[in-house]
């Protein structure tokens, strides 16, 4: 064994007077490459195996997911994803692709001289590879941006894991800066709503708007996580955009794995309730997803739909996420822009710009 081995993966030579130049990170959650069953056993292999996803003692965790949820969920999970795959590929990876360029195209128009790459926690074009190539085109700044609005240790934190663990190989590193939360950003909150209105303006109003966020165990938010609270903002700040009463709109939460407590209500509960009531129209929307997924599009577009009919409604619209809407993408640069302050992030021209202009005043101060 070689004592003197270093640690570090290998870099890219340093390069003394290299100008800083500034990357945004955009981190999803992350899809199997296809709905293929060796495929979603890959993906679910690395995304339940993650401790922070299932806080369960880690060795008999290992056993169950091994020894008997990989043997049986990845067909039917592939069956689910397979029913909502576009020719283009997954459609979480094609709206987060999508997300990530327009972003950078309208940092570009606002002066920001800024490389947009996204990533997945989880699967291919992995956090740790794409921080790898920033790192080779000489990033020495980098921002990173979770698609997730609401802060929870389950998304938010295990993204800065995969962060943390490829610093920890890395000898040179660049600044970096995390932004955990934009849950009651009202510009976040402005493109829901009026995605919302949209919907409505050409179909019309619903007798209830309920708002279903993806579900984390009950006892993280006794543990401390923040999500809980942070969801029920989100919709409460959404519901007073829309000018709807607490009676026009319902909170709850879906994906619930296993036996444990959840937060509650529960969306498949509530929809099935909300149809024996009497309830004819609901109106879906899942403000904690931004863009559309095997979630959004087959748990509540398909089964949602068909528990709320089955149990006696009468029209079901599912409201999609913000995707590339402009208020959107517009919203994002504002807050990227607002935390990427303090770095230089100018393109050239602008940069020689206020350059010439910080030059001009200072010579009509001295000449004053």
Same mark, same amino acid.
């Given at each position: 064994? @070689?004592?003197?081995?270093?640690p570090?993966?290998?870099e890219p030579p340093?390069?003394h ?9 955009y981190?999803?959650? *992350?899809t199997?490459?296809?709905? *293929? ?6 993906? $679910? ?8 996803? &299932?806080? &369960?003692p ?15 969920r990845?067909?039917?999970s ?20 999508k997300?990530?360029k327009?972003?950078?195209g309208?940092?570009?128009q606002r ?6 790459r996204y ?15 920033l ?14 609005p609401?802060?929870?240790?389950t998304t938010t ?10 610093a920890?190989k890395v ?7 995390f932004?955990?939360?934009?849950h009651d950003?009202?510009r976040?909150?402005?493109a829901?709503a009026?995605?919302?209105? =949209? =919907?409505w303006q050409a @179909? *019309?109003?619903p ?15 006794? $543990? *401390?996580d923040?999500y ?10 959404l ?10 709109y319902? &909170?709850s ?16 509960p509530?929809?099935m309730?909300?149809g024996q ?5 609901v109106d879906?929307?899942?403000?904690a997803?931004?863009?559309d997924?095997?979630?959004?599009l087959?748990?509540? @577009? ?7 009919? =089955?149990?006696g ?7 999609p ?15 990227t822009?607002?935390h ?11 940069a020689a ?8 005043a ?7």
């Amino acid at each position: 064994m @070689n004592l003197f081995t270093s640690p570090f993966v290998k870099e890219p030579p340093f390069q003394h007077g290299q100008a800083p130049r500034t990357a945004v990170l955009y981190c999803n959650l *992350g899809t199997p490459d296809s709905p *293929g069953t060796p495929d979603v056993r890959r993906f $679910l292999s690395e995304f339940l195996g993650d401790p922070r996803v &299932v806080e &369960v003692p880690r060795l008999l965790w290992l056993m169950i997911l091994h020894g008997i949820i990989l043997r049986f969920r990845p067909a039917k999970s592939g069956a689910k994803y397979a029913s909502i795959w576009l020719p283009e590929g997954s459609p979480l990876k094609i709206w987060t692709e999508k997300q990530a360029k327009l972003l950078q195209g309208w940092l570009a128009q606002r002066g920001h001289d800024v490389q947009v790459r996204y990533a997945m926690r989880y699967g291919s074009t992995s956090i740790a590879s794409q921080l790898d190539q920033l790192k080779a085109e000489g990033t020495t700044r980098v921002l990173i941006l979770p698609a997730y609005p609401q802060y929870s240790a389950t998304t938010t934190a295990s993204l800065f894991d995969a962060v943390y663990a490829w610093a920890a190989k890395v000898r040179n590193l660049p600044e970096l800066r995390f932004i955990n939360h934009y849950h009651d950003d009202a510009r976040y909150i402005a493109a829901l709503a009026g995605r919302i209105r =949209h =919907h409505w303006q050409a @179909n *019309g109003r619903p007798d209830v708007l309920l708002m279903s966020f993806h579900g984390v165990p009950e006892r993280t938010l006794h $543990l *401390g996580d923040p999500y809980h609270c942070e969801c029920f903002k989100t919709a409460r700040l959404l519901a007073e955009q829309l000018g709807l009463s607490t009676d026009q709109y319902k &909170v709850s939460f879906q994906s619930r794995l296993g036996r444990a407590k959840w937060l509650q209500p529960y969306t498949e509960p509530t929809l099935m309730a909300m149809g024996q009531a009497g309830v004819k129209r609901v109106d879906v929307v899942c403000p904690a997803f931004t863009s559309d997924c095997l979630e959004t599009l087959e748990e509540i @577009n398909m089964e949602g739909r068909e528990a709320f009919l =089955h149990a006696g409604g009468q029209a079901f619209h599912y409201i999609p996420c913000l995707n590339d809407d402009p208020a959107w993408i517009s919203a994002l640069a504002d807050i990227t822009q607002q935390h990427l302050q303090g770095w230089p992030t100018q393109t050239p021209q602008d940069a020689a710009a206020l350059a010439a202009s910080r030059a001009a005043a200072l010579a009509l101060g001295a000449k004053a």
